[in-house]
């Protein structure tokens, strides 16, 4: 059976609609970071077909000459992003709308599996570069990430419409005895689960994470 990552990790990828509180264990994931409004911006667009590309063209390595050591067949994982905001700002996502989605910085990312190594990687580049010169392999960084402690909740509806239910999300956070704790690493954290090209607008589903600290825990810092 193909190894599916939202199936085997359903405390990561099916949260319910009325949130939590989930530790989230390190997680290799191929990122591109960037700036812009994500509805208009080709940067946003060049670094979302660069992480598919590098995505698909490790999951095919099966029907080449190359076989990553360890590999397995798996489905790939959704797209993620970490969101900010470049005027100095902190950006909580707290029910508030961002008017101007031009000070967005995002890093944008597809979880891999734990397979993928640099030389898996660097190989990935030298045959994406191959069938595809125009993008920017270089845009394109593998790593750990280390999330931790996060309060989450599943968004279904329209991405505009988000403020509502990171609002529900912040509040179960305060009335649980912890705090949001935002930092240049841990930020705003969106996982897409529909496909808006296919998707009716009311029925898409993203997961929206803020990473926590309980309160006990920071007055003794």
């Known amino acids: 059976m193909v190894f599916d990552f939202k199936r ?65 067949d798996y489905v790939v994982p959704p797209l993620e ?15 508030t709308m961002i008017a101007d989605k031009s000070k967005f910085l995002w890093t944008v990312m597809i979880r891999q599996p734990d397979f993928v190594t640099q030389k898996v990687f660097a190989w990935a580049k030298d045959a994406l570069a191959k069938k595809k010169p125009v993008l920017d392999m270089s845009q394109a960084r593998l790593a750990d990430f280390t999330e931790g402690l996060c309060g989450q909740v599943m968004h279904i509806g329209a991405y505009d419409d988000e403020p509502a239910t990171v609002a529900l999300l912040e509040s179960f956070i305060k009335g649980n005895g912890y705090a949001t704790e935002m930092t240049d ?37």
């Open 8 to 72: 085997e990790c359903k405390d990561i990828y099916r949260p319910k609609t009325t949130p939590s509180i989930i530790d989230v264990p390190i997680i290799r994931f191929i990122m591109v970071d960037g700036k812009g409004d994500p509805n208009t911006s080709e940067e946003y667009q060049a670094a979302v077909e660069l992480l598919y590309g590098l995505s698909y063209t490790i999951k095919m390595s099966k029907k080449g000459p190359y076989l990553p050591d360890g590999y397995f």
């Open 81 to 95: 992003g970490l969101w900010s905001l470049d005027d100095g700002g902190e950006f909580r996502g707290n029910g």
């Open 185 to 221: 690493i841990r930020r705003h954290h969106e996982i897409y689960l529909g496909d808006p090209r296919k998707t009716a607008p009311e029925k898409l589903r993203t997961i929206i994470r803020h990473p926590v600290m309980k309160l006990i825990e920071r007055e003794k810092l």
